[in-house]
């Protein structure tokens, strides 16, 4: 059967869609599945209509595979705004970006700041998070960044090469700032999305941090998201989700979805070398 010209192709994707080659995300992110990222890829439907990513992050699996269409949403406004940016204003932002060097007192004084326009907010965003330790985004109650200097200054901070790659890839991309439940509401029959949920505090001990923004992703929330799996599926979605592999997961999302038990890297620890081999599940419901 010949597939229309609206619809993506998996085997097209896993080498990077119409653009030739996968790209790295631009942006650091804890929890974010670049080291699995090719066993997402050989997991995916057959075809879509569009890839909607519900809680974006570094987009690892979204930047792999370059779709023509897709929707991108995340509850962090300051992650959108620089997606946004990098979209539509690459040439300005990677000029300043280049402008900048790393060092403790720079990122000290640029986490005090409270810039107010969208490339100044930007590019606050893009330093701290190529800075900060482990790429976590963490903040206090009052919704400040609070995460301290990592124990690496690049002499190379990015490379404008990528960048410009990584805006050529959002051009296609609607960009929200919503959580995942606004975000399923939007979705199609016929669309494929990926969820990759934070892990509650103590689902996992290597997993430590989960506040990557004002608010805590508890167990209460994965029971809404199993919801809205269920919900998705009922209405003809492809789905894919990642999870931790731990008991206390079991029971939340439904037994008909398929899962597959793979091991990656856990991408927090207190030191780089002390990171260890995890178990996480992937779930798909096709």
Known sequence: MEISASRHRATDATVGGSQGQPLRPVVRWAGGKSVMVNMLANRLPREWNRYVEPMSGGAALF?????ERALLADTNPDLIAFYSVLKNRAGELTKRLNSLTASREQYYAVRASRPRGPIQRAVRFAYLNRLAWNGLYRVNRSGEFNVPIGDRLPSVMWR???????????????LLVSDFRATARRVAAGDFVFFDPP???????????????????????????A????DLTRRSVQVMITLPDAR????????????TRVESNALIACNGSDRKRVSELILTNY
Not at 63 to 67: V, Y
Not at 227 to 230: C, D, H, L, S
Request: glycine letters at 8%; proline letters at 5%.
């Open 63 to 67: 930047f792999h595979l370059r779709p």
């Open 160 to 174: 404008e090469a990528e960048l410009l790659e990584a805006s050529a890839a959002l051009a296609g991309a609607r």
């Open 199 to 225: 892990y509650p505090r103590g689902s996992r001990e290597t997993m430590g941090f989960n506040r990557y923004a004002s608010d805590f992703f508890t167990f209460a929330d994965h029971a809404d998201l």
């Open 227 to 230: 919801g809205v799996v269920t």
């Open 248 to 259: 206390n997961f079991a029971g939340i999302y439904p037994a008909s979805l398929r899962r």
